[in-house]
């Protein structure tokens, strides 16, 4: 069931120091054949370095921290801000196959009690 209010099934963050391998990582996401998920990039370098990173016509969204509130606070605060019903994360040097979040839904959905 989703949360009241809310879109998307499957909220993914991307925290980053603004590496450049993310817009691999983010085009990664944006080629999944799940689409009911948001992407959440928080920027944790404190000077904006991942809207350099993305791909211009990216539909991720960005959370710009002013300083580094570490992995575990930046995936924090992006599940916060976007809640799903499923969360899940990415590191941002990482390339997800594009069947990874539907097989992730799915296994999720089989280990959820009816």
Do not use: Y
């Amino acid at each position: 069931m989703q949360p009241v209010g809310h879109k998307k099934r499957v909220t993914v963050v991307v925290p980053t120091l603004g590496n450049p391998l993310l817009g691999a990582c983010i085009a990664s996401l944006e080629r999944q054949t799940f689409k009911e998920m948001e992407i959440v990039v928080v920027d944790n370098s404190g000077r904006s370095a991942a809207r350099h990173a993305l791909p211009p016509d990216t539909r991720a969204r960005l959370i710009a921290n002013r300083e580094n509130l570490g992995f575990g606070g930046a995936v924090n605060q992006g599940f916060r801000e976007c809640p799903a019903e499923f969360l899940a994360t990415l590191n941002d040097d990482a390339e997800a196959s594009p069947d990874w979040l539907k097989r992730l839904v799915e296994a999720m959905l089989l280990a959820t009690p009816k």
